[in-house]
């Protein structure tokens, strides 16, 4: 009985954790899993099986040869073509394009490469276009076992409890007409788009800071006087002297030697303020310049978010400092190097040389308009290589080729032909993905292994019994749908299986449909930016505000579960 008040002390800790602090969701599965390791729940092989489990290194595998499959050039020559007169025509066209690509692609990089795109259309603003785009990843990466890490993650832990997981094409009787479904009522309320024509202008507000040096002449003397009142784009928000904050600044406040001078505005033009002799700009003072400029957006999970950029030491980091921040709209206020980082943040940086060479910036970054990472391969590579995507994936869906040994095997290809390096792999192994996967099945097995699992069983039974297992269903999906738009898609799947599973044997029903139900509610992120990472690579780049995502994904969610929930019990019955 001890074993089992214990484990529940850790899964409550590990759920609280989650949803009330803004920890990483790695470290949290991470210190549960050692937790149970410490207090002898579970053992040392035990921890090692989970971190090997088929499914992890299938996910692992596809991760990693996924950097090969986005230098191919198909995504780019077909994006030229995606933006049509109509918004409806586009709309549709965005949704078709980036569905199948999410199909068998990593849904971020497909995003990545289409967001820059439609970005720079002239047809239509980029917030009409950049929404849809987020969505149809979403939708077109439920379609296959290999769409979305969260249909992968939901595999493991299927393969764990049952020894068998997920095929390749059992989503698509579901997942497709829900896509369609979600693409046509994208169509429909478009008008809910909003349509910042300003976008540019928007997503360039950033927050700038210059510090005023000893021998500056501008120490003395006014606002007024210095001409820092009417500078094209650029506007002093806030004067930071010492711990003080002078804000709003008064054009008859006097500047002082070491004041920081807080601007809002357009970051390609802090050229304006290098015609103040004595003023440096925060990146100038890190030890780089800001004429080699790159824009990024700050990705969740990130090892800088939560530290501010001073005690993140950004410049050794990446080889880049920070010209400018801008947040969701949000007025920012204090120094610039004080500001902790938060996913999302849209930064601009001054790059040095090594800043392409970094083998973390796929772990932090959307990196947003720069050449980093944007090699393309041959076309004669590109046909070889497409060519053995299609019959691995062919093989894999027919049983006759585990998918694991065809991805294996084809990650061994993109090392002989050159598609991707060791640096590569080290640059974007999936070891936060890794580490919440590993952990959660070592404290689902903890569950089992101590007997709460049973015990909960045996308490949940009188109470379900006789009720329509349809109802616990529809209770597993919300639940799901709740906390992926509360934490992360990946981690409200690793956290809902055990119990969606647990719940499914107490009723008596097959546990397939309640497998699959966490496996689409951890996918159905239309609400906030937060829940999944396309979502919050195109805040900052459309210029959206929390509400857009609501007012927009709000029919999309319900049109979606709805198709979902309807489809469910007629494709996996109880």
């Not at 796929?362 to 944007?374: A, Q, W």
Request: with cysteine; proline share 5%; charged share 15%.
């Amino acid at each position: 009985m001890l074993d089992i008040s214990l484990i529940m002390l850790v899964v409550v800790w590990l759920v609280t954790s989650l949803l009330v602090t803004r920890w990483s969701a790695p470290w949290i599965f991470a210190s549960a899993m050692l937790a149970c390791l410490l207090m002898g729940l579970v053992d040392i092989d035990t921890v090692l099986s989970k971190a090997t489990n088929e499914g992890l290194v299938t996910l692992v595998l596809l991760m990693l040869v996924s950097v090969g499959f986005e230098r191919l050039p198909w995504l780019l020559m077909v994006s030229r073509r995606m933006v049509a007169p109509s918004l409806a025509g586009s709309i549709l066209r965005i949704s078709l394009v980036t569905a199948v690509f999410s199909a068998f692609v990593n849904n971020t990089a497909v995003v990545a490469t289409l967001a820059g795109v439609l970005k720079r259309s002239r047809l239509h603003a980029p917030s009409q276009l950049l929404l849809p785009l987020s969505y149809a990843a979403i939708l077109g990466g439920t379609l296959t076992l290999i769409g979305t890490s969260t249909n992968l993650i939901v595999s493991s832990f299927l393969q764990e409890a049952s020894g068998k997981g997920i095929a390749f094409f059992a989503f698509l009787p579901v997942a497709l007409p829900a896509a369609i479904g979600g693409i046509i009522f994208m169509m429909l309320f478009r008008h809910q788009l909003p349509q910042y024509e300003n976008t540019e202008l928007q997503i360039s507000e950033h927050l700038i800071e210059a510090t005023v040096l000893p021998e500056s002449k501008l120490v003395g003397r006014t606002i007024l006087e210095n001409g820092l009142r009417d500078l094209d784009d650029l506007f002093l928000v806030e004067i930071a002297r010492g711990e003080e904050m002078l804000s709003p600044v008064a054009p008859s406040q006097r500047i002082e030697a070491g004041d920081r001078l807080i601007f809002s505005g357009d970051v390609s033009r802090i050229g304006i303020l290098s015609n103040f002799p004595g003023l440096q700009l925060f990146a100038t003072e890190e030890g780089l310049l800001g004429d080699n400029m790159t824009e990024v957006v700050l990705l969740p999970n990130a090892a800088v978010a939560g530290q501010t950029i001073k005690e993140s030491s950004f410049r050794a980091r990446f080889d880049a400092a920070v010209v400018g921040l801008r947040r969701d709209g949000a007025q920012l206020s204090g120094k610039l190097g004080g500001i902790t980082l938060q996913p999302g943040d849209y930064l601009a940086l001054a790059v040095g040389p090594d800043f392409a060479q970094r083998m973390n910036l796929g772990r932090n970054f959307l990196v947003v308009n720069s050449e980093v990472d944007t090699s393309r391969l041959p076309l004669s590579v590109s046909i070889f290589i497409t060519a053995s995507v299609v019959a691995i994936v062919t093989l894999a869906a027919m049983g006759i080729l585990a998918l694991v040994t065809g991805l294996a095997f084809l990650l061994a290809i993109f090392m002989v032909l050159g598609v991707i390096n060791g640096a590569d792999l080290r640059r974007r192994f999936p070891f936060e993905m890794w580490l919440i996967i590993a952990s959660a099945l070592t404290v689902a097995q903890g569950l089992q292994d101590t007997g709460a699992v049973a015990l909960a069983a045996a308490w949940v039974s009188p109470l379900i019994a006789g009720l329509d297992p349809l109802w616990t269903l529809v209770a597993v999906y919300v639940l799901t749908v709740l906390l992926t738009e509360l934490m992360t898609n990946n981690a409200a799947a690793a956290l809902m299986f055990p119990l969606a599973w647990t719940l499914a044997l107490s009723s008596g029903a097959d546990p397939m449909p309640f497998v699959m139900a966490i496996a689409f509610g951890a996918s159905a992120s239309f609400l906030t930016p937060f829940g999944y990472t396309t979502n919050l690579m195109v805040q900052n780049l459309g210029g959206y505000q929390r509400a857009d995502y609501l007012r927009f994904g709000l029919p999309i969610t319900l049109v979606y579960s709805t198709v979902v929930l309807l489809l469910l019990p007629r494709v996996f019955p109880f």
